[in-house]
């Protein structure tokens, strides 16, 4: 099946860029979606489509797809932002449709 | 508001069976695919279950198959997932989630034990 790699943490300083990964096998002709999470939270929807961003997320927040990597990028990183980050596909291949999932990645502001 | 609220959560022993449900509300929930994903404590997410938007396209992931079933009845505005067999790794908060592509709206999940 499908399978999304993010790195399992990233760091960055207040007011700074962070960048999260999301590899995968040709990720580029796929949609991508991403979710923010926060400690005792349901997972929020922060990038859809590869760089949408639904009502409600702010600016700062972008999202990019191409080849095997789609990538979020958050600029100007506040304090808040402090969360587990999630990419989601969904997988047509094979005998088994359905979401995938990256593993994670924890965003701390340091 | 679109809300979706999970009930059914509980301590269950190994082997045994739990029903959870889940109410929408603030939308057409007749017309939404809807989706179980669930989440073991301090690990990441892992989706298990889809259901279209009239129950007649399901799917599921290799590790629940054959022991859990998810039903939808849009009269009454409810998504259903019935878990048979539980096992030690089904431990996990399970949350019910709106959409196809992508989910765009959770509930804040129920909680489900199994343990002797």
């Known amino acids: 099946s499908y399978v999304l790699t993010q790195p399992p943490s990233v760091s960055v300083a207040p007011g700074k860029t962070a960048t999260i990964t999301c590899g995968g096998n040709n990720i580029g002709s796929k949609s991508v979606h991403w979710y923010q999470q926060k400690p005792g939270q349901a997972p929020v929807l922060v990038i859809s489509y590869n760089g949408d961003r639904p009502s409600g997320i702010p600016e700062r927040f972008s999202g990019s797809n191409s080849g095997n990597t789609a990538t979020l990028t958050l600029n100007r990183v506040e304090a808040g932002d402090e969360a587990d980050y999630y990419c989601?596909?969904?997988?047509?291949?094979?005998?088994?449709?359905?979401?995938?999932f990256g593993g994670g990645t924890k965003l701390t502001v340091l | 508001e679109v809300q979706l609220v999970e009930s059914g959560g509980a301590l269950v022993q190994p082997g045994g069976s739990q029903r959870l449900a889940c109410a929408g509300s603030?939308?057409?929930?007749?017309?939404?695919?809807l989706n179980w994903v669930r989440q073991a404590p301090g690990k990441g997410l892992e989706w298990i279950a889809y259901i279209s938007i009239s129950g007649d396209s399901i799917y599921y992931a290799d590790s629940v198959k054959g022991r859990f079933t998810i039903s939808r009845d849009n009269a009454k505005n409810s998504l259903f997932l019935q878990m048979n067999n539980l096992r030690d790794d089904d431990t996990a908060i399970y949350y019910c989630?709106?959409?196809?592509?992508?989910?765009?709206?959770w509930g804040q999940g129920t909680l489900v034990t199994v343990s002797s």
């Open positions: 989601q596909v969904w997988d047509n291949s094979g005998d088994h449709p359905g979401v995938i």
């Open positions: 989630a709106r959409g196809s592509l992508e989910l765009d709206s």
């Open positions: 603030g939308f057409s929930f007749s017309g939404y695919s």
